[in-house]
């Protein structure tokens, strides 16, 4: 069994940046693909981020490239989303997810393992 725990959102202005950080528990993730997902409020739930099993190759949505970075330190069984130049329509409920296989995906249904999110807000 796989628990994901997301840790640092928060409050931010327009402009500022926060750095997400999802702690892996249980079997190793080493050779799992793991992504970001966002559920802003009132809509579907989006995919934001995706990162291979070696952080070697990223996917990004394109309402986040250019500003969010995605990666993982495998040693300590982290993976990361850092956040800048924030808008208020980054706003949501922000998930991470896990994969049984390595290669990054963004479609939902192809995460088998989810954390119970973080919220963040921009403020404008």
């Known amino acids: 069994q796989v628990q994901l725990v997301e840790s640092g959102g928060g409050l931010a202005q327009t402009g500022g940046s926060l750095r997400l950080s999802c702690a892996a528990s249980g079997r190793t993730l080493n050779s799992n693909a793991m992504g970001w997902f966002r559920q802003p409020p009132g809509k579907e739930r989006e995919f934001v981020a995706a990162?291979?099993?070696?952080?070697?190759?990223?996917i990004y949505a394109d309402s986040v490239k250019g500003r969010f970075a995605i990666s993982r330190d495998n040693a300590k069984k982290l993976v990361y989303l850092q956040m800048n130049s924030l808008k208020p329509e980054d706003t949501a409920v922000y998930y991470c997810?896990?994969?049984?296989?390595?290669?990054?995906?963004?479609?939902?249904?192809?995460?088998?393992?989810w954390g119970q999110g973080t919220q963040v807000t921009v403020s404008s």
């Open positions: 997810a896990a994969r049984t296989t390595s290669l990054a995906n963004q479609a939902r249904y192809a995460y088998d393992y």
């Open positions: 990162i291979n099993w070696s952080g070697g190759s990223t």
